[in-house]
């Protein structure tokens, strides 16, 4: 199946920094998610972006399909950044309907005040 | 919010034990997946269901089962419960009718066995 590689597997910043966050994904995609997942175990959708950049406040994401990964950055990092950030995909040799999702092992970033 | 609920949000139980949970997905959406996070093999999928049927399988133990009911909730039944079995469980939703589409997830639910 799809492997998917995010990069760095941590990463301890200070408030206000900037990072980038790295997925690598072994296969062809045509759907990618970007996640948060909050000190509480929550998921949160943060982009859907199989290709393209988008933008949302602070936060920003490219996919270079092709390419074959996405980059998720964060600027001017707040406290409430910290948590684990998952890329996921759908691999393009799924079938219709099988919309199933292959999460990456995460990057666990850290925001100190 | 996502507008997936999941109930109960936590759960301890011992082992041998069978439990069931539970899954709203959002209004209007008709697939429904179910993933499990647990420290050694990260996040999973499990199963997916469409409109009431199954859809897609993963890696799924066969002590497993779930089902999507008609008015589109799931549950998730684990039964024969063993320590490994510890994890957060999430369910998933999308509208299910396009073939790319972003998957909205729950609050997970807890589960401990002992």
């Known amino acids: 199946g799809i492997q998917v590689e995010q990069s760095p597997p941590d990463l301890i910043l200070q408030e206000g920094a900037n990072s980038t966050l790295r997925c690598n994904f072994s296969?062809?995609?045509?759907?990618l998610q970007w996640f948060h997942q909050n000190p509480w175990g929550q998921l949160i959708n943060l982009f859907y972006?199989?290709?393209g950049t988008k933008q949302n406040g602070r936060l920003s994401a490219t996919t270079v399909a092709t390419e074959r990964y996405s980059l998720l950055y964060i600027s001017s990092s707040q406290t409430t950044d910290s948590g684990v950030y998952f890329c996921?995909?759908?691999?393009?040799?799924?079938?219709?309907?099988?919309?199933?999702?292959?999460f990456g092992t995460g990057t666990r970033l850290t925001i100190i005040p | 919010d996502s507008g997936v609920t999941q109930t109960p949000k936590h759960l301890i139980t011992a082992t041998g034990q069978r439990v069931t949970l539970r899954c709203s997905p959002r209004?209007?959406?008709?697939?429904v997946y179910w993933y499990q996070q647990s420290l050694d093999q990260g996040l999973q999928f499990l199963i997916q269901y469409y409109n009431g049927e199954e859809r897609a399988k993963g890696n799924i133990l066969e002590r497993f089962s779930a089902q999507q009911f008609p008015d589109l909730h799931s549950e998730l039944n684990l039964s024969s419960l063993e320590l490994g079995d510890s994890a957060l469980y999430f369910c998933?939703?999308?509208?299910?009718?396009?073939?790319?589409?972003?998957?909205?997830f729950g609050p997970g639910t807890r589960l401990l066995v002992l």
């Open positions: 296969d062809s995609v045509n759907n």
């Open positions: 998933a939703s999308s509208a299910g009718y396009r073939e790319l589409e972003t998957q909205y």
């Open positions: 209004s209007g959406d008709l697939s």
């Open positions: 972006i199989p290709s």
């Open positions: 996921a995909v759908r691999s393009t040799r799924g079938y219709f309907g099988n919309e199933k999702l292959t």
